[in-house]
């Protein structure tokens, strides 16, 4: 932690600050201040350098995609993209938004499962795009407008979550809003942000803060280290294991 914390100072003092504002606003308003520290975070130097230094990726993979199905009051969205791990690019951004925007829309569905195709949950957000929108004002306004937790947020309590393997970054900090979580024994959770230069911005610092609480939401972060699926049990962050993730 001290290691990663002197690496990335201003990212590291920027999200203890907003963890510690975060309980005192509704969710709402919570994000759109999660939102405005990631965008300052943004423009910072060492964004940009991390940005600079990313190893160039392979050849680029197929579109994400995000699969709905109904059954009766059940809603099933599934994260389609196992080639990449369930890495979530734009397409699949849109997806997530829209497919929780039809369940706050339709309130004859009662319930919202969240789950994904192949051996990842998520490896989190597609590195690929980090950098396309240079612009932080820019980018906060889109996030205020396309940002999955946004919708996400509003069915929270109607919403769970099957977690099989990797579950990180962006998918985890989506995950985390589900009032039910419950994962297989080989999954894993992390927040590797810091070490980008940035923060959780895809909704984490406040969905995760909400399950596990800030002190150990910051451990997450500025360690970066990953939780088994038995210490994730433990502090909240999963509510039951399972063998089979189906």
């Not at 350098?49 to 009051?73: A, C, F, H, T």
């Not at 009662?110 to 989190?124: C, D, K, N, P, Y």
């Not at 946004?150 to 995950?175: F, I, N, S, T, W």
Request: contains cysteine; glycine residues 8%.
């Amino acid at each position: 932690m001290i290691a990663a914390t002197a690496a990335q100072p201003l990212a590291a003092a920027i999200v203890t600050q907003l963890l510690r504002i975060l309980p005192h606003l509704p969710d709402g308003e919570a994000l759109t201040a999660e939102s405005l520290a990631y965008a300052t975070l943004q423009g910072s130097a060492a964004h940009r350098n991390w940005i600079s230094k990313r190893l160039q990726s392979g050849p680029s993979l197929p579109e994400g995609r995000v699969e709905l199905s109904r059954d009766g009051n059940v809603l099933t969205v599934v994260l389609d993209r196992p080639e990449a791990n369930n890495a979530i690019d734009r397409a699949m951004r849109d997806g997530l938004h829209e497919a929780f925007a039809l369940a706050n829309a339709d309130r004859t569905i009662e319930r919202v499962v969240l789950q994904a195709r192949g051996r990842s949950f998520s490896l989190g957000a597609e590195l690929a795009e980090f950098g396309t929108t240079r612009n932080p004002a820019l980018a906060h306004a889109i996030r205020g407008v396309t940002l999955p937790a946004r919708e996400a947020v509003r069915c929270k309590d109607r919403m769970e979550v099957h977690v099989d393997g990797p579950c990180v970054g962006a998918g985890l900090e989506l995950a985390a809003f589900a009032s039910h979580i419950v994962a297989t024994r080989r999954s894993w959770f992390q927040l590797p942000e810091l070490a980008m230069g940035i923060l959780p911005g895809a909704g984490g610092c406040v969905s995760v803060s909400r399950r596990i609480g800030r002190q150990r939401t910051l451990l997450m972060v500025l360690s970066g280290r990953r939780l088994n699926a038995r210490e994730a049990l433990d502090w909240g962050l999963v509510d039951a294991l399972v063998d089979d993730a189906t």
